[in-house]
């Protein structure tokens, strides 16, 4: 789960092909190991034992759009069904709390879940993984170690799923004696940029690291957190390359990093050997300040050379994104229907998955019309078929943004890969817009005009 999601470290042909083989790995996994657990519990559900069933169609709904990870609709959706109590309900109410960045209250939902008398075994090991999942994000350490404990009592695991959440637990027993990572902001912070690095120090120790919304954790090099004085705890989780093999990582917490007006303590980073993070020519993946460091900031005001963050947090109106694991989802729109695709400040240009393609191109598209774009990663070049889609355009954060061209991969960038993400939305998207605001707490993504886009 975790290892396989929150730091795919590679060793490709350079940051370039390294973010593009990257952002292909997050496609090909985000079907995460940890939710085909969760989905394959759900399949095994029956009638829940004396409680009354909810209408065959409206199971039939929640079940399909929790599957398609229909996160917007599924939150609609359960807002039209007046029984609070039943198990499925429950259960579907903590996913969309999940879904939207409210750990604590999924937790809530899952405890009364797990209070019913009616509640199906099958369904109580699929709410132990929710919790397992929430109490990371919440940095709970210890009480996701009891729900893996927890989740691996039931006997519906696949020997894939037991190892999957084994792995995880490596994770939580590691930092079971860590505190949870807090924040103090002593006013609005001011943070120039260098392309997509920002300044921090780190125990003491000035540093320039990438932001990356893409990034599910952030990670360092071993050799880095030897440097920085940083507490390094045996865990012994396996960690996908993107070439399907395996690096074994451990994790790291940071007594304290500051970041502009803000200091944050006990954060987590995922630490893995120099050499997969290390390219030819001698460029080195560093570090990296992903998801729940951007998150714990709670807004941010994205500049092309700076980043503002607030001195407290708005609540704003707009609720336009959703969680998968730790890694932001956006509603956009295309020839009028509304689409979901993973928000990625690490990828300077956007890309179309298949499910577009198959949806918007497959019945006219002839062959000769496919292009075949190289990527490079572990192991030298890959061949990926795509389309060239010139012009087009969508609609994001209630703005039209215009492309002269994008690349549609028109097959899945892996076989076993069960895919609902239409796009990975980059960088080119936003960068002509005056700045864009990222608020992890109302889940909202905000746009300022300036000039009116045109991509290329």
Not at 153 to 164: C, G, K, N, V
Not at 185 to 205: A, E, F
Request: glycine content about 6%; overall charge neutral; charged content about 15%.
């Amino acid at each position: 789960m975790p290892c396989a999601g929150y730091a795919r470290a590679v060793r490709g042909l350079g940051w370039r092909e390294f973010k593009r083989n990257y952002n292909q790995r997050k496609e090909a996994q985000m079907m995460s190991r940890y939710m085909q657990l969760v989905y394959c519990v759900v399949l095994l559900w029956g009638p829940e034992v004396g409680h009354s069933a909810l209408p065959t169609t409206t199971l039939h709904r929640l079940d399909s759009l929790y599957t398609a990870k229909h996160y917007f609709q599924l939150q609609e959706t359960l807002q039209t069904v007046q029984d609070s109590v039943h198990p499925r309900v429950l259960f579907y109410r903590a996913v969309v709390a999940q879904s939207f960045n409210k750990p604590a209250d999924s937790n809530h939902h899952i405890d009364q879940l797990l209070d019913r008398q009616a509640t199906p075994d099958s369904l109580r090991g699929a709410g132990w993984a929710l919790q397992l999942y929430n109490n990371l994000r919440l940095a709970s350490y210890r009480e996701a170690l009891q729900a893996a404990d927890s989740a691996l009592q039931y006997p519906e695991l696949s020997a894939a799923q037991r190892q999957d959440i084994q792995n995880t637990r490596r994770i939580a027993y590691a930092l079971q004696k860590t505190p949870p990572q807090r924040l103090s902001k002593r006013s609005q912070s001011i943070l120039p940029l260098s392309g997509t690095h920002v300044h921090v120090t780190m125990n003491g120790h000035a540093r320039d690291y990438a932001y990356d919304t893409g990034a599910n954790f952030s990670f360092l090099m071993a050799s880095e957190a030897d440097s920085l004085d940083i507490s390094v705890l045996p865990a012994g989780f396996q960690a996908r390359t993107a070439t399907g093999g395996n690096v074994t990582g451990n994790v790291g917490v940071v007594d304290s990093l500051t970041i502009g007006q803000i200091t944050l303590t006990h954060v987590v980073f995922m630490i893995f050997p120099d050499e997969m993070l290390t390219f030819p020519g001698g460029f080195q993946l560093r570090g990296i300040l992903g998801f729940p460091v951007l998150e714990a900031l709670g807004e941010l005001h994205v500049y092309q050379d700076r980043i503002v963050v607030p001195d407290s947090v708005p609540t704003r109106d707009v609720h336009n994104m959703v969680l998968d694991e730790f890694t932001p989802l956006i509603q956009f729109t295309y020839a009028g229907d509304t689409l979901i695709g993973r928000f990625d400040t690490g990828a300077n240009r956007s890309v179309f998955y298949a499910p577009f393609f198959q949806r918007y191109f497959a019945s006219s598209v002839t062959p000769d019309a496919i292009d075949t774009l190289q990527a490079g990663g572990v192991g030298g070049v890959q061949s990926h078929p795509v389309y060239w889609l010139s012009p087009a355009q969508i609609e994001l954060a209630g703005q039209i943004i215009r492309f002269d061209s994008s690349a549609v991969h028109t097959a899945p960038l892996a076989s076993n890969t069960d895919s609902y993400l239409y796009a990975n939305l980059g960088l080119d998207l936003l960068t002509h817009f005056k700045y864009y605001i990222l608020n992890f707490q109302s889940m909202s993504l905000l746009v300022k005009p300036g000039d009116a886009p045109s991509l290329h």
